[in-house]
């Protein structure tokens, strides 16, 4: 399965430490130029994650048509993971996914790749995770935080 990320998931997932989920999950991840730019932008060192494969989509103009209402990163994303019949596109923005799923792009967001990672065997529980992400200010509501750790069995 082609799986293609927007920033959010990887630069998140990398600010507690556990990107590697990413290869571990999903293999190599693609992910368009402006995503690949914002990660620099935040520091993130792309020479470490060898299982970010970095690819241009072809379609410029649906690039920018989709620019008009989401950032770069979003719309490059969105176009990519279209272009490739992507099984998946890691994004976590309401308007991006919003937008994805428009396209008939199958969107999962954070949480959902921490419930993968638990239902893998690769983390044993989702918690601590979820406060990790929150005191490293990646926003979530109290009620989807309690919805999504009682979805896990950890309410």
């Known amino acids: 399965m082609i799986v293609v990320s927007d920033t959010s998931p990887i630069l998140n997932l990398n600010a507690i430490g556990y990107a590697g989920l990413f ?91 921490l419930a993968a990672a638990k239902h893998q065997g690769l983390i044993p529980t989702c918690a601590p995770l979820v406060a990790a992400l929150r005191q490293a200010d990646f926003w979530l509501s109290d009620d989807l935080c309690r919805q999504f750790l009682a979805s896990q069995g950890e309410a």
Do not use: H, M
């Not at 990660?39 to 993130?44: D, H």
């Not at 996914?97 to 428009?102: D, F, L, Q, V, Y």
């Open 23 to 113: 290869e571990l999950l999903y293999g190599p991840l693609l992910i368009p130029p402006a995503v690949a730019l914002e990660l620099s932008r935040y520091g993130f060192d792309l020479a470490t994650a060898p299982w970010l494969q970095v690819r241009q989509p072809s379609n410029v103009a649906f690039v920018a048509s989709l620019c008009l209402a989401l950032d770069p990163g979003e719309a490059e994303a969105i176009a990519l993971a279209k272009e490739v019949d992507a099984g998946v596109l890691l994004i976590d923005e309401r308007l991006g996914r919003r937008a994805a799923r428009a396209q008939g792009i199958a969107v999962v967001g954070l949480l959902g790749v």
